[in-house]
Each structure stands twice: as C-alpha cells, then as structure tokens.
C-alpha cells in the first residue's frame, strides 16, 4: 500500500496569510493526488484533483503543485472559511489513501 | 444535483452485523464506480473499499482492516449502494460516508459525499 504523509499536522494563521500544506507519498504517484477541505460535522469537500486542477466552484486562491512524491496545497490568502482540516488522496493504486490531515485553525 | 444519503447507522454489539444504504440520485449510477470512506471520532479519513460499475467488471476492493469482514455491493435497479458489515469491532466505530467521482474516473477525486452515517461498536 501506498502510505501519505503530510506537514505539519497543525498550524495556526491569520486571515489573510499564505499557508502552505506539504503531502508525501511513499512511492511516486506521478499527478493521480486529490486534496479535500472538511469542516466539523460535515463531509469532505474535493479541492484539488490531479494534483493542480481546481475543482469547479474552489475559489482560485486555493492551488496544488508537484508531481511524483512530493505534493503542496498553497492558500495565497486565507479566508475566515478557510479553517478547516485538509487531507491529500493518493489515486494512484487501489487502495486510494488519506494523508493523516493538516488542521488549520486560527492565530 | 447529485444527491447521495446513507442509511442503516446505530449501534451495534461487538461480533455483531450491520448493513449501510446509500440511495444514490442526479447522476447515471449504474455508470460510476462507488466507495466507502470512514472516520472515526476526532480520527482522519479511512478507505474502505470500493466497486466498480457493472460495466467495468463489477470488481471490489477493500482495506486490510476490513477485507474478509465488510462486502460491498449495488442494485442499479434501485440507484442504491450498501455495505455489510459483519464481525464487527470497536475500532469500526466510525461516520460511513458513501463518495463517488460521479460520470468521471475514479482517479479524479471524489466529487460528491454523502452526509455520512455514524456506526458505533460497543458493548
């Protein structure tokens, strides 16, 4: 199985802030990485797929880059509903697994 | 709209079975490959397992954690997905989410979730 990691595990931003998320696979993946964006209680959201495409309706200043192991989600200006915990999907072999997450919450 | 809602949660004794619905609406079901993800209480997101459209072989694949024990299945008559769950555990104690990327590849990310289900394994 193909094993994500991804740092950190937690960082605290202000509105406004760049934040960057780094995820890393355990083998090369080429560009089959998918990021999410989920809130409490509530479903994931797909924000990224094939590592830079934006998913219809994400607002631009949401973008994904890098290719083979290592894979980084950058949010150039964060927003107030932008906190939220964000994983990276490997959908490179079955079976398709999670980063443990990065949870990014108010400074 | 793509509209998926689970069914079937509750709670349920260790050894014992249960059987999760996802009544699956707004898009060619029987054309798209469906999944299971889990997470349990203030954990990260699991894969459970997934199957293809009939189309494309109708095949499952599962997690180790739950392969032997969980059985995925369709009835495309009835847009409907379901998981049996059976052996249960406490570390099966999750939400059950049923996902999909909908008319694209799987690879492409799940696009539309359900609101989940909550599954709790306890004596």
């Known amino acids: 199985d193909i094993q994500m990691t991804q740092s950190p595990s937690s960082l605290s931003a202000s509105v406004g802030d760049r934040v960057t998320i780094t995820c890393r696979a355990s083998?090369?993946?080429?560009?089959?990485l998918n990021w999410y964006q989920q809130k409490p209680g509530k479903a994931p959201k797909l924000l990224i797929y094939a590592a830079s495409s934006l998913q219809s309706g994400v607002p631009s200043r949401f973008s994904g880059s890098g290719s083979g192991t290592d894979f980084t989600l950058t949010i150039s200006s964060l927003q107030p509903e932008d906190f939220a915990t964000y994983y990276c999907q490997q959908s490179y072999i079955t079976l398709f697994t999670f980063g443990p997450g990065t949870k990014v919450d108010i400074k | 709209e793509v509209q998926l809602v689970e069914s079937g949660g509750g709670l349920v004794k260790p050894g014992g079975s249960l059987r999760l619905s996802c009544a699956a609406s707004?898009?060619?079901?029987?054309?798209?490959?469906m999944n299971w993800v889990r997470q349990a209480p203030g954990k990260g997101l699991e894969w459970v397992g997934r199957i293809k459209s009939k189309t494309d072989g109708g095949t499952t694949d599962y997690a180790a954690p739950v392969k032997g024990r969980f059985t995925i299945s369709r009835d495309d008559s009835k847009n409907t997905l379901y998981l049996q769950m059976n052996s249960l555990k406490t570390e099966d104690t999750a939400v059950y989410y049923c996902?999909?990327?909908?008319?694209?590849?799987?690879?492409?990310?799940?696009?539309?979730w359900g609101q989940g289900t909550l599954v709790t394994v306890s004596s």
């Open positions: 083998q090369s993946i080429s560009s089959y």
């Open positions: 996902t999909t990327a909908g008319q694209y590849y799987d690879t492409s990310g799940y696009r539309h």
């Open positions: 707004g898009f060619t079901f029987s054309n798209a490959w």
